[in-house]
């Protein structure tokens, strides 16, 4: 028994300081994440979540430049990006993911500008990678607290606009004609959102930082249809595929190639896809089972007309 | 400035350029930017894995590319477009992460692909260029009518038989084969880059679409070799002036507009300027409408 648990666990998992702080943030980080991502999924901004984690790469990259703490630069950065995607975007989704795009365009290169002058400066190619990748293992414990306010201000603006926020998903006319600012709202959100980005770009990379905002959420939102349930399906699958995916990145390094450890984000990627294909198979087998009732009680026949649902799911999901 | 390398990167830059403008324009019209984004990165991931077990790159970043396309396409017809797509990508990078951790390449390799090498192109990679340029440019003529009518009026092109989910599929494809040409001599960040800034721009300017395509064509010609020079001189990277100038440009064309709104608004009161002939005239309201 003890022999199993030491092969899942490998031994000095619980002692190791770095695990332990990985372990805390990184299950902070992919809580507020989750719980973000809802909204992110059901506003269909998965691409905005993204970007900003890119933008706040570069302000990562500018930090470096100037030998300032990496979390400002990301967050600043960010939350220009934000700004910066508000401004140039319209209510349509095309034009969102127009400006989206500009802006993101606009700071990969600005990007590649910093960095290349940064490793140009002290030859320190490693810290490309070390800021485009990410590693849950060198966080320091001393930046928890900012953490902690920093998570705290993300979610309660989403907690503040609840409502606002879904109904403007949902109809933004609707949520027009009922007096919801939408464009306050919208902008708010994306602000949250970069705070949000930015923690987990700066702690668990920015490949990460797009997983565990959009993967739970997308998750959850093919399990339930209810955002409250949505949002805590989502805070549950993103703390499970961090925390596995830590402990998974500690075993691996005793497996081949030996002694190198394979990086956290590709097991938590990979535990995110799978959830994900899990859950969209659920729902779809929910979904054809539920009309094949339907069916059965309308016309009276056995449930012979399978195909049917998934095309108006497919037409309801445009 | 325009001898020995410096010839190649001309070359392939404007073969890119132009691929990317005609890519790119169908890209902006589809609202599909983020899989612009999201299969050049997947590629990355490809051409990492491919260097690891010594194989060629640029069968990695083909492979992949396609891959992470067609698994968009696939999972998009059920799940969220956006989310399925970023779920995509980040598995692809995670993939990615997982090959450079295995492997002693150097840094400065990843960087290159990244964000692109287009002043050490050799000859070999000017004809893969050329020969897979080639390639999606004539299946982007072939798809042409349909692909335009699915991606404007999704519903029309429908109702006159042309699958949109086709076209879907064949878009995609598109876009991994743009990507594998681009990739390996211009980056992945770069390719995006130019696919979405001069598109976007061609869009301010015309609503007709042939005059929007060779727009975008023009534009990203432009932005490329501007960049090259500017590259050349000051030796700064040449995503840096691509990525700034596709925004300069989309700005210029904003700026262009609402100038235009504001005269015609001037001229006939109503606030409502005229518009041309039409095709696009819906699609194109959702990039530029105010709110």
């Known amino acids: 028994m003890t022999a199993v648990l030491n092969g899942i666990f490998e031994p000095g998992l619980f002692t190791s300081e770095p695990v332990r702080v990985a372990v805390v943030v990184g299950g902070a980080v992919a809580l507020v994440s989750a719980v973000v991502g809802v909204f992110t999924v059901i506003r269909g901004q998965s691409f905005a979540g993204h970007s900003l984690g890119d933008l706040g790469t570069t302000g990562g990259s500018a930090a470096f430049l100037v030998g300032a703490n990496p979390l400002w630069g990301f967050i600043t950065f960010a939350i220009i990006g934000a700004g910066a995607m508000e401004l140039f975007g319209s209510r349509r989704p095309r034009g969102r993911d127009m400006a989206t795009g500009i802006v993101l365009g606009a700071g990969l290169g600005i990007a590649a500008l910093f960095l290349y002058l940064g490793t140009t400066q002290d030859n320190t190619t490693g810290a490309t990678i070390t800021i485009l990748f990410g590693s849950m293992f060198v966080l320091r414990a001393s930046m928890i607290p900012v953490f902690a306010v920093l998570s705290v201000l993300a979610l309660a603006i989403v907690a503040l606009l609840y409502r606002p926020l879904l109904l403007s998903a949902v109809s933004q006319d609707v949520a027009s004609a009922r007096g919801v600012p939408v464009r306050t709202v919208g902008l708010l959100y994306l602000l949250a959102m970069a705070v949000a980005v930015s923690l987990s770009c700066v702690t668990i990379g920015a490949i990460l930082s797009t997983a565990v905002l959009i993967g739970p959420a997308a998750a959850a939102l093919r399990l339930t249809k209810r955002p409250g349930l949505a949002i805590a399906w989502a805070a549950v699958i993103g703390l499970g595929v961090t925390w596995i995916g830590i402990l998974l990145a500690y075993d691996s390094y005793y497996w081949p190639p030996t002694g190198r450890g394979w990086p956290v984000s590709f097991f938590v990627v990979a535990l995110v896809l799978v959830v994900y294909l899990l859950s969209d198979f659920a729902s779809h087998r929910q979904a054809r089972r539920a009309g094949a009732q339907a069916m059965a009680a309308r016309k009276g026949l056995g449930g012979a007309a399978g195909g049917q649902p998934e095309g108006i799911r497919a037409r309801g999901a445009r | 400035m325009f001898s020995g390398i410096m010839a190649n990167a001309w070359i392939v830059a404007t073969m890119v350029a132009v691929v990317a403008g005609v890519v790119g324009f169908f890209t902006v019209l589809r609202g599909s930017a983020f899989v612009a984004h999201a299969v050049p990165q997947a590629g990355f991931a490809g051409a990492a894995g491919a260097s690891l077990i010594g194989a060629s790159t640029l069968a990695g970043l083909g492979i992949f590319a396609v891959i992470s396309a067609l698994s968009i396409g696939f999972l998009g017809k059920r799940g969220r477009h956006d989310a399925v797509t970023a779920l995509a990508l980040v598995f692809m990078l995670g993939l990615g992460a997982l090959f450079l951790s295995w492997s002693d390449q150097y840094a400065s390799a990843i960087y290159a692909l990244l964000f692109g090498e287009v002043l050490g192109v050799s000859s070999n990679q000017v004809l893969a260029t050329a020969g897979l340029g080639v390639v999606s440019l004539l299946a982007v003529a072939t798809l042409?009518?349909?692909?335009?009518?699915?991606?404007?009026?999704?519903?029309?092109?429908?109702?006159?038989?042309?699958?949109t989910r086709r076209m879907e599929m064949g878009f995609l494809i598109v876009?991994?084969?743009?990507?594998?040409?681009?990739?390996?001599v211009v980056g992945a960040l770069l390719m995006f880059s130019l696919m979405i800034g001069a598109p976007g721009t061609a869009r301010s300017f015309t609503d007709r679409p042939l005059g929007a395509l060779g727009l975008s064509i023009g534009l990203s010609l432009t932005i490329v070799w501007i960049a090259i020079a500017a590259s050349y001189e000051t030796d700064w990277p040449v995503g840096f002036f691509v990525g700034v100038l596709g925004a300069v440009f989309f700005v210029a064309g904003r700026g262009w507009v609402a100038w235009q709104r504001?005269?015609?608004?001037?001229?006939?009161?109503?606030?409502?300027?005229?518009?041309?002939?039409?095709?696009?005239?819906?699609?194109?309201?959702?990039?530029?409408?105010?709110?």
Do not use: C, F, I, N
């Open chain 2, 144 to 163: 042409y009518r349909p692909l335009l009518l699915a991606s404007v009026m999704p519903e029309v092109a429908q109702a006159r038989g042309v699958g």
């Open chain 2, 175 to 184: 876009v991994a084969l743009a990507t594998t040409m681009s990739v390996p």
């Open chain 2, 262 to 291: 504001s005269g015609a608004a001037r001229q006939d009161g109503d606030g409502h300027p005229a518009t041309g002939p039409v095709p696009l005239a819906t699609a194109k309201g959702t990039s530029v409408e105010p709110t």
